[in-house]
């Protein structure tokens, strides 16, 4: 499957625009409404980073200071790194891992629990 990246023309672009902030949106509410079920409101870790990747002339480069480790409402934070980086950013595959690790519950927190932090992990429920 091409991406979407390389080879769109002008009128695809209002289109993968709004596919991009329609996916945008979805994982802000997912995060909003894990943290609000919990009552927290840091950072989810992901065990595996994602990867953002760049296209430059149409071949892929892999950057290896552009690993997401976590997100969260403001945004995705690369591995070391303070301050987010947009969700509109990102690259359209990344966006969708990202969605997918939180829909899943493949992520985990600190939570300070009587003054002591505790890795907390969301059970994935059976369908």
């Known amino acids: 499957m091409p991406s ?5 023309n002008i009128k695809n ?6 596919i991009k902030s329609h996916l945008v949106s979805k994982i802000k509410k997912l995060i909003k409404a894990k943290q609000d079920y919990i009552n927290f409101y840091g950072f989810f870790y992901f065990d595996n980073k994602c990867v953002d990747v760049m296209y430059n002339n149409g071949e892929l480069s892999y950057i290896d200071n552009k690993k997401i480790n976590r997100v969260s409402h403001d945004g ?4 070391y790194y303070f301050f987010p980086l ?6 359209g595959k990344t966006l969708i891992e990202i ?3 939180l829909n899943n519950n493949k992520f985990y927190l600190y ?3 009587s003054n002591m932090n505790h890795k907390i992990r969301f059970k994935n429920e059976k369908k």
Not at 13 to 18: E, H, R, S, V
């Open 86 to 91: 947009d969700f509109k950013k990102l690259n």
């Open 13 to 18: 672009k209002k289109n993968i625009d709004f």
């Open 76 to 79: 995705a934070f690369l591995e």
């Open 4 to 8: 979407a990246e390389i080879g769109y």
């Open 99 to 101: 969605y997918s690790k």
């Open 111 to 113: 939570k300070n629990v």
